[in-house]
């Protein structure tokens, strides 16, 4: 029997979150020979948490970490309670027991991430080492929180392999501020505008609807033979394929966030028939809408 999980009051105005699909953790993730050393699984962002609780007797399978950049809170971790103030993080390694909670009259603002891979343990060794109970001292740098939005960003456009490369490299960067913080220097690169991230960018604008390749084709101003191999090339994905994840990682938003039913999502994600919209999600995040939204996978 697992140890259960306990959680008290998610959902606060402003938050994000993003929980990487199953099927694209197992099939490119723990493969790929860049992202196998470490990835995200999980990230997100949580402003004025107010009555944010977590209790996980047994620890989560990846490592934690997760970064406070105003008001306060507390963490219990190898017995010892931890007050964690502004500019502090928390690492957590994996299977590790603990708990945490924002502070009811200063409840905290996190940026938080989850991630695993064959050196992650290595990395959290090396952060424990260089800070003292679990709660490094950080200076605010604008820069590392533009790494950490750069990261958010890119996964809500998706999961090609191209991306998925990007992100997780990106993560090294930030991971090493962390690490390094005398060392930290970002250099903010600015991505061209392309055909198919502009495509991409109106497949987010139209989620609620239905796109043909036609339509999509037309937007970018080619062929349907040339735009689809092109944005095959770029993404790793059909450009139908590719809309269909955007449209649930909407839909996991909309599963945590709301209480909408699974047919009222489908309809806000574009998709009439609810017994399509949860077999594609079901083949995707490898369990049904109804079981993704019990398990509410958060930090």
């Avoid at 977590?54 to 406070?68: D, E, L, M």
């Avoid at 209480?259 to 049904?288: C, N, W």
Wanted: net charge positive.
């Amino acid at each position: 029997m697992k140890d259960k999980v306990l959680r008290k009051r998610q959902g606060f105005d402003g938050q994000q979150l993003i929980v990487l699909p199953k099927k694209i953790t197992a099939d490119f993730l723990t493969k790929d020979k860049i992202t196998k050393q470490v990835y995200i699984t999980d990230i997100g962002y949580y402003p004025k948490a107010k009555g944010h609780y977590i209790q996980r007797p047994a620890g989560v399978g990846q490592h934690i970490i997760i970064y406070c950049v105003e008001g306060s809170g507390w963490i219990e971790i190898d017995k010892k309670r931890i007050e964690i103030s502004p500019s502090q993080f928390i690492t957590i390694p994996a299977n590790t027991p603990h708990r945490y909670s924002a502070n009811t009259n200063d409840p905290w603002t996190i940026y938080w991430i989850h991630f695993k891979g064959e050196i992650a343990a290595y990395i959290v060794e090396l952060i424990l080492q260089k800070s003292r109970n679990y709660k490094p001292h950080l200076t605010y740098n604008e820069n590392r929180i533009k790494l950490f939005e750069d990261i958010y960003t890119n996964l809500e456009k998706g999961y090609s392999g191209d991306n998925l490369r990007y992100v997780n490299m990106i993560f090294y960067h930030f991971l090493s501020s962390l690490l390094y913080e005398d060392k930290f220097n970002y250099v903010e690169n600015k991505p061209e505008d392309d055909v198919i991230a502009l495509t991409i960018a109106q497949m987010q604008q139209k989620i609620h609807t239905v796109l043909t390749l036609n339509e999509l084709a037309n937007f970018a101003n080619l062929s349907v033979s040339h735009f689809s191999a092109i944005f095959r090339e770029k993404t790793g994905y059909s450009p139908i394929e590719y809309f269909n994840h955007l449209k649930v990682q909407k839909a996991c938003q909309y599963l945590l966030f709301t209480t909408m039913t699974v047919k009222e999502i489908a309809q806000h994600a574009g998709v009439e028939d609810p017994y399509y919209f949860s077999r594609m999600f079901s083949r995707l995040m490898g369990v049904s809408p109804t079981e993704y939204r019990n398990r509410n996978k958060q930090a």
